[in-house]
């Protein structure tokens, strides 16, 4: 592997690692609405939380799918 190449996987590992990070964090808010609100519920919270969550997760396997391609185009050369 080249130094090329190995620094283009470092960048997409940062990118995967902070994607992760985030998928966490949304996740982590919106489980918490479910724990912490059972009385006051809000729905428009809970759709935009919704929405940021699957966001944050396409995003995330995005980076996984990048990688992946990214390794495959390396072992083909």
């Not at 190995?6 to 902070?18: A, C, M, N, Q």
């Not at 939380?49 to 995003?59: I, M, P, S």
């Amino acid at each position: 592997m080249t130094k090329e190449e190995s620094l283009r996987l470092e960048k997409i590992l940062k990118k995967i690692d902070k994607a992760d990070e985030t998928n966490c964090k949304k996740e982590e808010e919106y489980n918490s609405l479910f724990t912490n609100t059972r009385e006051d519920w809000n729905e428009e919270k809970y759709k935009k939380l919704k929405r940021e969550k699957a966001l944050t997760e396409a995003a995330y396997i995005a980076s996984l799918v990048k990688l992946k391609a990214e390794v495959k185009c390396m072992l083909n050369q």
